[in-house]
Nanobody, 120 residues
Framework: VQLQAFGGGLVQPGGSLRLSCAASGRTFSNYAVGWFRQAPGKEREFVAA????????HYADSVKGRFTISGNNAKNTVYLQMNSLKPEDTAVYYC??????????????WGQGTQVTVSS
């Protein structure tokens, strides 16, 4: 399984970005896909996850109402739409696939990460 995360960049506070996570070698449809992030000097933290088999989405409190996770089965791609971005959202964002959880060790497969920088 290979995951590729892309779509990061530099954005001003209040702006938006959409991250994408594309998979090859495995379909997402029977597994969960999660987004995590890691800021400099901090531990990796859960952002959002989608479990297509149960049609469940869940979010960290810090992003609830601003971020939306969604998926496209035909493209085997999961998206993270990020709106109303704040400087504290600055981090490397990773996508991962595995069992639906907020804990990173439940996800055995990881993408390479994409940098999101929110700054004026």
């Amino acid at each position: 399984v290979q995951l590729q995360a892309f779509g990061g960049g530099l954005v001003q506070p209040g702006g938006s970005l959409r991250l994408s996570c594309a998979a090859s070698g495995r379909t997402f449809s029977n597994y969960a896909v999660g987004w995590f992030r890691q800021a400099p000097g901090k531990e990796r933290e859960f952002v959002a996850a989608i479990n297509w088999s149960g049609a469940r989405e869940h979010y960290a409190d810090s992003v609830k109402g601003r971020f939306t996770i969604s998926g496209n089965n035909a493209k085997n791609t999961v998206y993270l739409q990020m709106n109303s971005l704040k400087p504290e959202d600055t981090a490397v964002y990773y996508c991962a696939t595995g069992s639906d959880s907020v804990f990173s060790n439940f996800y055995p497969y990881w993408g390479q990460g994409t940098q999101v920088t929110v700054s004026s």
